[in-house]
């Protein structure tokens, strides 16, 4: 399944640290959700959290959790209903299970016939395969930004865009000094793990793998190593995973 950042064959080692025995019966916390390919890996678990400040997506898997159906969508619909201002699960179908490459909005390619690829049909089978996996069903999703979560004796994983790469929709819009700070403060009361290629002098690589990653879906391909990190301080105190607690901020109103 095709999506920018997505981790559809870059994910056992992280996927080995996540299911370890010692998680077994956490509750477990995904604030960056992207396209769900590390969560619907996800075992053993007493609860599954999932949020992404990117509200299409968020709606786009809610809406499968409620076995919404598929839309028809032309080629003028898929205009339309990119300058709709009201969210929906139409648009956000059109938005990633339409579009190429599997960019937001990145151009309405239903069909590949030179390549001999149905691209909708792709996503139809991965969206299929999402509605019977029990980590998906079991999971509560919600359209927030990561610094809204307030997290306590959580397992939790951390797959933010990376820093100067391409990144979906919005969410490239992250201040990275106010995201490692908050990574360092969960990280007193939390297990947490972070994917980026590179973090700051106090975080410490725990795991990597190769990954082959290309924009335009045809050509040239690039190869990095993709990391996982957690903060090196010691937690002040003991970290109970039997004690979990989750918080969800609340929103300042504009004035």
Request: hydrophobic share 30%; aromatic share 14%; net charge positive.
């Amino acid at each position: 399944m095709a999506y920018l950042g997505g981790k559809s064959t870059c994910f056992k080692h992280i996927i080995e640290k996540l299911n370890h025995e010692d998680y077994n019966g956490a509750v477990y916390l995904e604030p960056f959700m992207g396209y769900a390919h590390i969560l619907k890996r996800i075992e053993n678990k007493k609860q599954i959290y999932a949020g992404d400040s990117n509200k299409l997506i968020t709606i786009l898997f809610n809406g499968l959790k409620r076995n919404k159906l598929y839309p028809k969508i032309s080629k003028k619909k898929y205009n339309d209903l990119k300058n709709e201002k009201k969210k929906s699960f139409n648009q956000a179908y059109a938005a990633f299970a339409l579009s190429y490459g599997g960019k937001e909005w990145g151009g309405y390619t239903p069909l590949n016939l030179k390549h001999n690829r149905n691209y909708e049909l792709e996503r139809q089978n991965y969206y299929e395969s999402l509605k019977k996996n029990k980590s998906f069903k079991k999971s509560v999703i919600k359209n927030l930004s990561y610094d809204e979560w307030s997290p306590k004796n959580l397992l939790i994983y951390c797959d933010p865009p990376y820093e100067n790469t391409t990144s979906y929709g919005k969410s490239c819009n992250l201040n990275y000094d106010l995201f490692w700070d908050t990574m360092r403060e969960w990280s007193n009361e939390n297990i947490v793990y972070i994917s980026e290629y590179n973090a700051p002098e106090d975080f410490v690589e725990v795991s990597n793998a190769e990954k082959f990653t290309t924009i335009s879906g045809v050509g040239s391909i690039d190869k990095r190593l993709e990391k996982l990190f957690q903060y090196k301080n010691k937690p002040s105190k003991m970290i109970d995973l039997t004690k979990p607690k989750l918080i969800v901020k609340k929103k300042l109103k504009k004035k």
